[in-house]
């Protein structure tokens, strides 16, 4: 059953006295498990129907249904709530506090999310290792490399056991190798972790740990692309938290 539902959202914009429309009829479902890449040029819709799934913008008509809550566009008050509660976000900017540790923009993460304490900080310990970040929960983001600061970024998002992850062009600032090992993690944290994973990406190395990849062009979705998703080994790049 899909954790996340959209069924013939449009979104449109005033431009002064028109309404521009940017979404139009889109539908798209993302099981447990699954990763989806979406792929379009720019002005495509791209970052609309990205901000309205991770409940930033609400649809001008549509539904959108997430974890089984539905997103209703009369009550924008609830949408921080189930922001909180289901869905983690992956940055191309990282978007770290530089003047915290690993550690603690983690946990920033979960005093957002109410999680504070003792708990935060072993939830916050859990999740960094689980990204292969142990060894650097002291260190501050201008000691880190690119993709350990990617690796801190995942590890926020995951703070919490979001059931959903949304990544906008998540290699879009790492090297080849780099962005190549976060893909890796990427896949397994939805495999076996059972996330929906939702990638917006330019990157072509995306599609290799992609289920299927939908394209979106004038603010309609194209056909699906079914990906053969069997570039990275199934063994384990995590480690279950106890």
């Known amino acids: 059953m899909a954790v996340l539902q959209a069924t013939d959202v449009t979104k449109s914009f005033r431009e002064g006295r028109e309404m521009l429309p940017i979404l139009k009829g889109v539908s798209l479902c993302v099981d447990p498990g699954e990763i989806v890449g979406l792929e379009g040029p720019s002005g495509s819709g791209k970052t609309t129907l990205l901000s309205i799934l991770g409940c930033i913008l609400t649809p001008t008509s549509g539904e959108v249904v997430i974890d089984g809550v539905r997103v209703r566009p009369d009550r924008p008050s ?11 976000f992956v940055l191309q900017q990282f978007n770290l506090f ?3 540790s690993a550690l603690e923009n983690v946990e ?3 005093n957002v999310k109410r999680i504070r304490g003792r708990a935060a900080r ?12 142990a060894d650097r929960e002291g260190f501050l983001p201008r000691d880190l490399s690119g993709g350990q600061k990617q690796r801190v970024a995942i590890a926020r998002a995951l703070a919490g056991g979001p059931k959903i992850l949304l990544a906008d062009e998540p290699t879009a600032n790492l090297d080849t190798q780099v962005g190549t090992q976060v893909l890796a993690l ?3 944290l939805a495999k076996e972790r059972q996330r929906a994973l939702l990638i917006v990406t330019h990157d072509p190395k995306v599609r290799t740990i992609c289920d299927r ?6 603010g309609r979705l194209l056909p699906d692309e ?3 998703s ?3 080994s199934p063994v384990s790049v995590l480690q279950e938290a106890s």
């Open 78 to 88: 609830e949408l921080p709530a189930i922001r909180r509660h289901s869905i983690g």
């Open 98 to 100: 530089p003047a915290l």
């Open 108 to 110: 920033y993460a979960l």
């Open 122 to 133: 072993r939830e916050a310990e859990q999740v960094l290792a689980a990204v292969g970040l």
């Open 186 to 188: 990427f896949r397994a």
């Open 213 to 218: 990849v939908v394209r979106i062009r004038d």
């Open 226 to 228: 079914r990906e053969a």
């Open 230 to 232: 069997s570039v990275f």
